[in-house]
Every structure is written in C-alpha cells, then in structure tokens.
C-alpha cells in the first residue's frame, strides 16, 4: 500500500480525526460529547448521512449549483471561526491609550484563550462573529440560553502577576445607552441615579460574558496585599518590576525653548500629548517611559523634569467618588491601599469598615441577596458576620498610570471575568489611519 492510499484509508481517517475529537473531549471535560464519536464514524468509515445537508451531493454530469456551494463556504466558514473564536484565539482591537507604551491605541491583536484556559460561553445565542452590539448598536446576542459558567483547564502556565490580561468590564454590567463607553456607577455617584438616568439613559443590562472587552496589566493576585507609593507598586511590602512600557506624566521645566518634536515622538511621546506652554516655560503633563525620562532630564534644554504625583489631601485632583472603594480613606492613583485581593476559599470577617471592599463582590459577582442594616450584614434574610470568597479576583492597571481607568476606579475583576492574554499584534493602525508597520507581527511578552 502506497503512502497515499494509506492517508486516504476511511480508517486511517478514522483513528486520526478520532483521537483528535477525544482529546478535545477530555479537555472539554463533558464526556456525552464521546457520542459525537458516532458521526465522526459515519464521515469517515460509513458515510450513510450528507452531514453537510445544505450542499447536494452531485451524480455524474449534474451541472454544480454556484449559490449553495457558497452557502456550504460560508456555513463551514461560520464554524471553524466560530470554534476557533471559543477556545483558542480571538482578535480584539485596542480602542484607548491606556496601554501605551505596551499596547498603542490602534492595534489588533489575536488574544490567546488558551493560556488561561477558554470559556464555554455563558450566552452562547450570539450572531457570529460579534460580541454584544450589531448594526448600529443593536443587541447582537439573546438570553434565552444561559450556561453557568465554567473554564477549560489552561494549556498554558496560567495566570501569572505581570501578565497582559483581556476580561470583561466588572462594571460593564449596566451601561447608558446615550454614553456607552462610560462607567455607570461612576455616573450614579457623582450625578445621582435619577440625574444619571434622566440624561444619559436609558439604561441597559448585559450578562457578564457580554460586558465590553478591557486590557490591562494584572498587578494583584488573590491572596495579595497590594499598596501604591509614589506611583510604584508594592505587593506584600515588596516592590515590583516597573517594566518597559509603563508611563508617567511627568512636568518638565525648560529654558525657553521645546523640545524636539521629532526626538520626542522617537521616545515613543504620543504626538497627540506634545503641549508646549512658553509660560511655564515647558510641558506640565509629558507623558514618558522611564528610559525616556533619563533621556530628556538630560537635554541640554532641560532644567528639571519631576513626576507629577497626587498625594492627598494638598493636590487631590480625583474625587474619593471616583477612587474605589469609593469613601474618604486619603486613596490617590499614585498613593493607594493598603488593599487586600479577595482569594477562593478565603475567609473574612465583615466589618463597617471592610465592607466597602467586598459587597460588590458578595451582592454582583457571587450572586447573592445581601443587606446591610443597623450595622449588621445579612444573606437571604440570615445574618453573617463572614464571608468565603467562591472565586479568585486581580487587580488591574494600565501601563499609562496617569490615564488608565482600572482596578483603582472600579475595584477587583473577578476570575470569570478573564477572557485571555493578548499573543501577538497582526495589524496596527494610527489614529488617522496610518499603518505602524514596525508593530505588526510583534509578540507581545509577558512575565
């Protein structure tokens, strides 16, 4: 027998793709799909279903129909994207600057799913190749199906501090339908909710695995006790790796004359954030890498260059509405915590204190009816006075920290929140259009 007709044994064929199907079933971890062992032998060996119902199987001389072989393109097209989409990789697009200098504004990315193991779909009634919206923002996916939710085993390392990590928006639950990309509750505890509503509604409700997509560094681990000074991150006591992309602003003092704009946008300044003020003379807020920093505190033009820090209470420039937890503990984006990050399986004890940190988590994202009242807490009418964690949760920053909404705005991101890891950049784009060539194909690192 020749290697040819080898390969195309029907049971050759057959072991192949059977093997393959049961070591995606032993992955999936759902053993009742070892029935679809059955269709993939009739494709193989006994072949007494046109599994592919759409196509005709043409005899001998019948003239092809041109419309229902696209139809069968189009449909096996819709499928293998589909599969793929669900548990190995995914393209997103990176819509804002709070990755940058990591990830830029303009870039799209294939995200690995596998690393962290790919979700099965909470809501898995979704138009293909969409996410939440189509056709002029109109609700892409239905509830009429919901699963509860459940991760494959990673094939990967796992998630790890210092990852670049896709989730879901925790606050990406409720949106205002005139406002979309803004943060609901930020609204509703600025403005008030019927404010909110009034101007900015209606309201709209989405499923976790249908909230908007979000990229940033994780910071925090379960378990961790996270604390921010000076702008550095330290978990545990213990400083972390600055590393090479993370930014700052910083106030740079000059003697009369700017800096050049071309050996700016070379450190990788964004030209859109060059603002040269001859009154200061200088920059107040020059976005810059740490290496960048070195580099223009060194400029023969340059006096002085200092990072722009918030300290509370004497430059408090967010209000403790916008910090979470969302009451005046003296948090800054630049001075922030001590903070613990909730771990599966932990246990707290509540107190009026604490609470602030945890009852988004125990009410939103562990589902449960709790009250607080008279300085007791209560679930389902019991009262409790503390809690196991059923899931893990992270803290998220950007690389930009001066212009990143994160996990110091709106909390914890819960661990079936973590859609995967961006892996490489295929395409990139300036906002006006101009290609970045030097970034397609570029792997993005991780830890």
Same mark, same amino acid.
């Given at each position: 027998m020749?290697?040819? $007709? %080898?390969i195309?044994?029907?049971w050759v064929k057959f072991a192949f793709?059977?093997?393959?199907?049961?070591?995606?079933?032993i992955w999936l971890h759902s053993f009742w799909w070892l029935l679809g062992l059955i269709v993939v032998f009739d494709m193989c060996v006994t072949k007494k279903v046109n599994w592919t119902f759409w196509k005709p199987r043409y005899k001998e001389g019948q003239k092809p129909n041109l419309l229902l072989d696209w139809l069968d393109a189009i449909i096996f097209a819709v499928i293998v994207v589909t599969f793929i989409n669900i548990f190995f990789f995914q393209s997103f697009k990176i819509p804002s600057s709070s990755m940058e200098n990591t990830l830029m504004t303009g870039d799209y990315l294939f995200v690995d799913k596998m690393r962290y193991g790919p979700r099965i779909p909470e809501t898995p009634l979704t138009i293909p190749f969409t996410h939440n919206t189509w056709l002029d923002g109109k609700k892409s996916y239905s509830e009429a199906v919901k699963w509860p939710y459940r991760r494959l085993k990673p094939l990967g390392r796992g998630i790890r501090r210092g990852d670049c990590v896709v989730f879901n928006f925790p606050h990406g639950d409720t949106i205002l339908a005139r406002v979309p990309a803004e943060d609901y509750y930020a609204h509703v505890r600025? $403005?008030?909710?019927?404010?909110?509503?009034?101007? %900015? /509604?209606p309201v709209i409700t989405r499923p976790a695995d249908k909230t908007d997509h979000y990229v940033k560094r994780l910071v925090g681990m379960p378990g961790d006790t996270l604390t921010i000074e000076g702008g550095l991150v330290y978990i545990d006591g213990e400083q972390q790796k600055v590393y090479d992309g993370i930014q700052l602003t910083y106030k740079v003092i000059t003697n009369g004359t700017p800096i050049s704009r071309v050996a700016l946008e070379k450190l990788g300044v964004d030209r859109n954030q060059i603002h040269y003020d001859p009154q200061l003379p200088g920059y107040h807020n020059l976005t810059l890498t740490a290496s960048a920093y070195k580099v223009v505190a060194k400029m023969s033009n340059v006096i002085g260059a200092t990072v722009n820090l918030e300290n509370y209470p004497g430059?408090?420039?967010?209000?403790?509405?916008?910090i979470f937890p969302y009451d005046d503990r003296g948090f800054t984006?630049?001075?922030? /915590?001590?903070?613990?990050?909730p771990a599966?399986?932990?246990t707290v004890t509540l107190t009026k204190d604490n609470i602030a940190f945890y009852r988004r988590i125990i009410e939103?994202?562990?589902?449960?009816? %709790?009250?607080?009242?008279?300085?007791?807490?209560?679930?389902? /009418? +019991?009262?409790?006075? +503390?809690?196991? %964690?059923?899931q893990d949760y992270f803290f998220m920053m950007g690389d930009n920290r001066h212009n990143s909404l994160d996990s110091r705005y709106w909390g914890f991101v819960p661990e079936d929140h973590i859609v995967g890891t961006p892996a490489i950049i295929w395409l990139s784009k300036e906002p006006g259009g101009k290609v970045r060539w030097r970034r397609i194909g570029k792997f993005v690192l991780n830890s």
């Open positions: 020749t290697l040819r $007709n %080898f195309r044994n029907k793709w059977g093997i393959l199907y049961c070591l995606w079933v600025i $403005n008030g909710r019927e404010y909110t509503q009034q101007v %900015f /509604g430059d408090y420039l967010d209000s403790y509405k916008m984006r630049d001075n922030y /915590g001590p903070i613990w990050i599966k399986g932990a939103v994202y562990e589902h449960n009816n %709790f009250e607080e009242k008279g300085g007791k807490f209560y679930i389902d /009418g +019991e009262e409790i006075t +503390e809690y196991t %964690f059923k």
